[in-house]
């Protein structure tokens, strides 16, 4: 029993910490960046926006303008386009670690002398759940891949 709650932990819990600390860490840095650009837009196009048709200096503050606007698409994009991946890799994951639950749940009833026939249906349904979703995930990791490469066709 203490063995298939060590598995359980090391198949759940560990997956979802590293989850956590590092996938969110750089969705949250990725987030204060576009938020910072926005507010650097809305800056320089204030301050355009002031200025006066005859006002020397209004072609620079233009150009200001169109780099802030640049920056600040580059940054959604480049924030939308790392949220799809941890969106993909969590769901990945997730498949992963379901996976690993049957396994251990299977381990666990060998153990006890029963198997997962003896669980009847919710052994079947658990098995074929975890082997269609580990099927699925070549197709999960190339849709990831997809959109990613048309998101930075974009910001060419």
Same mark, same amino acid.
């Given at each position: 029993?203490?063995?298939?709650?060590?598995?359980?932990?090391?198949?759940?819990?560990?997956?979802?910490?590293?989850?956590?600390?590092?996938?969110?860490?750089?969705? &949250?840095?990725? &987030?204060?960046?576009?938020? &910072?650009?926005?507010?650097?837009?809305?800056?320089?196009?204030?301050?355009?926006?002031?200025?006066?048709?005859?006002?020397?200096?209004?072609?620079?503050?233009?150009?200001?303008?169109?780099?802030?606007?640049?920056?600040?698409?580059?940054a959604a994009l480049e924030y939308c386009s &790392?949220?799809?991946e941890a969106v993909g890799k969590k769901e990945?994951?997730?498949?992963?670690?379901?996976?690993?639950?049957?396994?251990?749940?299977?381990?666990?009833?060998?153990?006890?002398?029963?198997?997962?026939?003896?669980?009847?249906?919710?052994?079947?349904?658990?098995?074929?759940?975890?082997?269609?979703?580990?099927?699925?995930?070549?197709?999960?990791?190339?849709?990831?891949?997809?959109?990613?490469?048309?998101?930075?066709?974009?910001?060419?």
């Amino acid at each position: 029993r203490k063995q298939y709650v060590y598995d359980i932990e090391r198949t759940v819990l560990d997956p979802l910490e590293a989850f956590l600390e590092g996938d969110l860490q750089h969705l &949250k840095d990725l &987030k204060r960046r576009w938020e &910072k650009s926005g507010v650097e837009y809305a800056h320089h196009n204030a301050r355009f926006m002031g200025k006066r048709a005859k006002d020397p200096g209004l072609f620079e503050a233009a150009q200001d303008v169109a780099d802030a606007r640049k920056d600040y698409h580059l940054a959604a994009l480049e924030y939308c386009s &790392k949220v799809n991946e941890a969106v993909g890799k969590k769901e990945a994951r997730l498949y992963a670690v379901f996976g690993g639950l049957v396994a251990a749940l299977g381990q666990f009833t060998g153990a006890q002398g029963e198997s997962m026939e003896e669980l009847g249906d919710t052994g079947d349904r658990l098995t074929r759940f975890s082997d269609d979703r580990l099927t699925a995930l070549p197709d999960l990791v190339n849709r990831m891949a997809e959109q990613r490469r048309r998101i930075l066709q974009r910001t060419d």
